[in-house]
């Protein structure tokens, strides 16, 4: 399957259109002529790994990334081991689905902790664990800041000077970031930090979300459809290319408005506006 025009750094995150099966997202695809999904692990458990990799591969599809991996803050000693371990069957499910991208989201605060400092030096500890069995995989681990509002209770990594504080422990082919709109959006301090990312080699994957308002009462599902909200996108993706980024695009959305309608016109607007973003 080839790309259809403009459509040849596009991938379409799965939770974008998660009203369709792993059978009618790869069917939907190709008639398309999208090549590139991005996955994640919830569902791809359901329909089984292997039998993602096999369908995935008969598709032609490329996976670009794998969601999600993380959640290393825990204080308790038999909760963190049991997240190293759940991040261990991460890495090793992105090497079966071929993606060499496996995007981590840190976690929150433990109960009763407000210590967000100690927290993002636990998660800088289990990446000193991760990222050596990663590579011997030949998976990448991609740190997503993100936005302010998700601090205590998701991730304690807010801003991507945060994630390359982070990152930059590490070789850059163990550890880098990704670069999602709609969580860095906000701050005026990101294009600089993407050019540092970018000269580091260390921008493991790209992801556009607009923003818009107001935003609906669970905040998780706000991610607006391309071109619906209040981020200039175009200039993003420029910040992102200046350095030196030419990998995939993905599109991923979280929207109920969204995955209330058919999944198959949902890709193809998405495709669509994808297109328009680049004239």
């Given at each position: 399957?080839?790309?259809?025009a403009?459509?040849?750094?596009?991938?379409?995150?799965?939770?974008t259109?998660?009203?369709?099966?792993?059978?009618?997202?790869?069917d939907?695809?190709?008639?398309?002529?999208?090549?590139?999904?991005?996955?994640w692990?919830?569902?791809?458990?359901?329909?089984?790994?292997?039998?993602?990799?096999?369908?995935?591969?008969?598709a032609?599809?490329?996976?670009?990334?794998?969601?999600?991996?993380?959640?290393l803050?825990?204080?308790?000693?038999?909760?963190?081991?049991?997240?190293?371990?759940?991040?261990r069957?991460?890495?090793?499910?992105?090497?079966?689905?071929?993606?060499?991208?496996?995007?981590?989201?840190?976690?929150?605060?433990?109960?009763?902790?407000?210590?967000?400092?100690?927290?993002?030096?636990?998660?800088?500890?289990?990446?000193a664990?991760?990222?050596?069995?990663?590579?011997?995989?030949?998976?990448?681990?991609?740190v997503?800041?993100?936005?302010?509002?998700?601090?205590?209770?998701?991730?304690?990594?807010?801003?991507?000077?945060?994630?390359?504080?982070?990152?930059?422990?590490?070789?850059?082919?163990?550890v880098?970031?990704?670069?999602?709109?709609?969580?860095?959006?906000?701050?005026?301090?990101?294009?600089?930090?993407?050019?540092?990312?970018?000269?580091?080699?260390?921008?493991?994957?790209?992801?556009?979300?607009?923003?818009?308002?107001?935003?609906?009462?669970?905040?998780?599902?706000?991610?607006?459809?391309?071109?619906?909200?209040?981020?200039?996108?175009?200039?993003?993706?420029?910040?992102?290319?200046?350095?030196?980024?030419?990998?995939?695009?993905?599109?991923?959305?979280?929207?109920?408005?969204?995955?209330?309608?058919?999944?198959?016109?949902?890709?193809?607007?998405?495709?669509?506006?994808?297109?328009?973003?680049?004239?």
């Amino acid at each position: 399957m080839t790309a259809s025009a403009g459509l040849s750094r596009f991938s379409i995150n799965q939770m974008t259109v998660k009203q369709l099966s792993l059978p009618e997202l790869a069917d939907a695809c190709v008639r398309l002529g999208v090549t590139q999904v991005g996955l994640w692990r919830e569902p791809v458990q359901e329909y089984g790994v292997e039998a993602t990799a096999k369908l995935i591969g008969a598709a032609g599809l490329t996976v670009t990334t794998l969601c999600r991996g993380g959640f290393l803050t825990a204080t308790d000693p038999r909760a963190r081991t049991a997240a190293l371990a759940d991040n261990r069957r991460a890495i090793d499910e992105a090497a079966t689905l071929g993606t060499d991208t496996l995007v981590l989201v840190s976690g929150g605060l433990p109960a009763g902790s407000r210590d967000l400092w100690a927290a993002r030096e636990r998660v800088a500890d289990a990446l000193a664990e991760l990222g050596p069995y990663a590579e011997r995989h030949g998976v990448r681990l991609a740190v997503e800041p993100l936005h302010p509002m998700y601090a205590a209770d998701r991730c304690v990594v807010s801003t991507l000077a945060q994630a390359l504080d982070l990152a930059e422990r590490f070789p850059a082919h163990q550890v880098g970031v990704t670069v999602d709109t709609y969580h860095i959006w906000w701050d005026d301090q990101a294009p600089a930090q993407i050019a540092r990312a970018g000269a580091g080699g260390r921008i493991h994957t790209f992801q556009l979300a607009d923003w818009i308002t107001p935003l609906p009462q669970g905040v998780l599902t706000g991610r607006g459809q391309i071109g619906d909200g209040a981020i200039d996108l175009r200039a993003w993706r420029g910040y992102v290319e200046a350095a030196g980024y030419t990998g995939p695009i993905e599109v991923e959305l979280f929207n109920d408005d969204l995955w209330a309608r058919d999944g198959r016109e949902v890709l193809a607007e998405t495709a669509q506006r994808f297109r328009a973003l680049q004239h």
